[in-house]
């Protein structure tokens, strides 16, 4: 089984929908990490939780938000998608023993109409 | 502002040849750099990483060179493979609670 899974793996909505992409693992890890994916502009920072109880604002917050269910579950929401909000979405986690490394999620692909 | 510059954004190589891609960054208390290899439909994962105490890391045919007064680092990929066709990103982060701050992406393309 997978360390970190996504659901769903695809996703297609209509403008104005709420939306929530769920991440969970397996690995034990207690940093929880949501990305964005887009042709040209690499991996983007949504937000980050060190633990349950911290939750932290990335690079590109706006229009997001996030809850830590528990230390293996971190869920992204989007509470009225747009039509730029098109993308893959990556979860990820960190921790120890593993330090630096992040350890990637299989990404859900989300479409906006 | 781009704290780390990853160039070429698109790379084409021929079979057994040598690929290079390479990252620039900006902040000096980065002291971790990873690289991370994505094939499609997949997530990154991570290639290989060096920190700055050393100037090359090899794994197998893949190296990183890390040439700190430049702030710059490079991976080079030997005898590049079809398989080691996919989006290669770079990466930076400081200290064990520094977020990754990721460059923009190459894809390479390892023609047979």
């Known amino acids: 089984d997978a360390d970190v899974t996504q659901t769903p793996r695809n996703r297609i909505t209509k403008t104005g929908k709420r939306i929530m992409l769920e991440c969970s693992q397996t690995k034990g890890h207690d940093r929880m990490y949501w990305y964005r994916q887009d042709p040209g502009l690499g991996l983007r920072l949504i937000y980050y939780s060190f633990d349950v109880k911290d939750i932290n604002k990335g690079e590109i917050s706006d229009g997001y938000s996030v809850s830590r269910q528990a230390q293996a579950k971190f869920s992204l929401s989007l509470e009225s998608a747009i039509p730029n909000q098109t993308a893959l979405y990556f979860c990820a986690t960190s921790g120890r023993p593993s330090g630096n490394e992040q350890f990637f999620g299989p990404g859900t692909r989300l479409t906006v109409l | 502002q781009q704290q780390v510059k990853q160039s070429p954004q698109s790379l084409i190589v021929q079979k057994g040849g040598i690929s290079i891609i390479n990252c620039a960054y900006e902040?000096?208390?980065?002291?971790?750099f990873p690289w991370y290899q994505q094939f499609p439909g997949k997530g990154p994962a991570l290639l290989i990483a060096?920190?700055?105490?050393?100037s090359e890391k090899k794994e197998g045919r893949f190296t990183i060179s890390f040439n700190k007064s430049a702030k710059q680092f490079s991976l080079h990929i030997m005898d590049s493979q079809p398989g080691d066709s996919a989006t290669y990103f770079c990466a930076a982060s400081t200290g064990s609670q520094g977020n990754l701050i990721f460059g923009k992406g190459t894809k390479l393309s390892v023609k047979p």
């Open positions: 902040n000096t208390a980065f002291d971790y």
């Open positions: 060096i920190r700055p105490d050393v």
